[in-house]
């Protein structure tokens, strides 16, 4: 194992060994290669730089209390991948590909995979673009998919569950009711560059996106799901421009074996005045607690029109499904759902 300093990860990007590439090319995909370069040579007319078709997926291999190495349920990132390719009409990995070069990813930059009593993990970036030269506006017919992998600490370095700030504003949308949300595409995340630096300049953690039509109801985070605690329910926007996280979706399994009722639908953003706990959820945040909102008519505005106020540290409940999943996840806890992946390395 590298001597890195683990304690001081953030969510940013260190340097490894290799990265895991593959190409789309006259009807197959090439053999996948292990390469040190992480430089890759692409036409200045493939479509990805022109029309943005690209996609990508964010999942993490942990080291576990046993020494074991595992990744959390890597097919459900295969299928969105899949999903995400289908809507830009790219050619994408199958099911197994993906998984084969996720093991792949984690075998060959193995030692950076950080200690289990860290709180950091090796983050995986599978990533596909759209890479034949053209010109007109269409789907690229040639793609390349490269499986990257960097290890992460949490948004807050060695601590966890450390409460942030939100802000929403109504003059910036994610998503278009009938657009593209619901997938992991890279036009999704250009739209909330803008948005974002104007939140984080104000010293926000986080920016909240409304729906696109009424302004009124909560989407998700631009960088992760949104969820609630009210009482001993945990509810969750279900909206067609979300994207549909896969920490979100174990924590309704949890939650619901914890006894907890979960309620996927509309939240209206005036009913965070009668919720208990309020969080952002996904794979590169975790469960990370959102202590207030700001309530803004422009995302420029000095001032909020309203500010919503939760528990001041991470609610009860909130902690108790984080300690399931990384528990999970590190093999503390029994996978009696199934969704951990032994890597042999
Ligand atoms: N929403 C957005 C916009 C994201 O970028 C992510 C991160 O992948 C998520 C939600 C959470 O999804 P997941 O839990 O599958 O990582
Ligand atoms: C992830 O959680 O995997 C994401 O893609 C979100 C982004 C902040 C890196």
Redesign the pocket.
């Known amino acids: 194992m590298k001597n890195l300093e683990w304690g001081k990860m953030s ?1 940013s990007y260190t340097k490894t060994d290799y990265i895991i590439y593959s190409t789309f090319k006259d009807g197959k995909w090439t053999p996948a290669v292990k390469t040190a370069d992480f430089n890759i040579a692409l036409s200045s007319y493939a479509g990805v730089l022109h029309y943005g078709s690209s996609c ?5 291999a942990f080291r576990g209390v046993d020494g074991k190495v595992r990744l959390f349920r890597p097919e459900e990132n295969a299928k969105r991948m899949i999903r995400s390719a289908e809507f830009l009409d790219l050619p994408a990995p199958s099911i197994e590909q993906f998984v084969e070069m996720c093991v792949m990813a984690v075998k060959a930059n193995a030692e950076y995979i950080p200690p289990y009593e860290s709180t950091a993990s090796l ?1 995986l ?1 599978p990533l596909l673009i759209g890479s034949n030269p053209q010109l007109g506006i269409r789907s690229s017919v040639e793609s390349t998919f490269i499986v990257m992998a960097s290890p992460v600490g949490t948004y807050s370095g060695d601590k966890i569950l450390v409460p942030g700030t939100a802000v929403v504003g109504r003059n910036h949308d994610r998503a278009a009711p009938n657009g593209s949300g619901s997938y ?1 595409i890279g036009a999704n ?1 250009a739209q909330s560059l803008h948005p974002y630096n104007i939140a984080h300049k104000q010293g926000y953690r986080e920016l909240l996106f409304l729906d696109a039509s009424t302004h009124s109801l909560i989407e998700e985070f ?3 799901n949104f969820f609630a605690i009210k009482g001993n329910t945990y509810i969750t926007p279900n909206s067609h421009s979300v994207l549909p ?1 896969i ?1 979100n979706a174990s924590l309704r399994t949890v939650a619901q074996d914890l006894g907890m009722k979960v309620e996927m639908r509309e939240i209206p953003l005036v009913e965070l005045d009668s919720v208990d706990e309020v969080n952002s959820c ?4 975790v469960i990370t607690p959102i202590c207030r909102i700001d309530d803004k008519i422009r995302l420029e505005d000095e001032l909020p029109s309203h500010v919503y106020k939760f528990t001041e540290e991470c609610g009860v409940k909130s902690r108790a499904l984080y300690d399931q999943i990384i528990g999970i996840q590190k093999g503390t806890l029994d996978d009696r759902f199934g969704w951990t992946m032994f890597v042999d390395c």
């Open positions: 969510f990508f997926e964010g999942l993490k983050y970036r992991k995340y631009g960088s992760s996280s920490t996904g794979t590169a945040v």
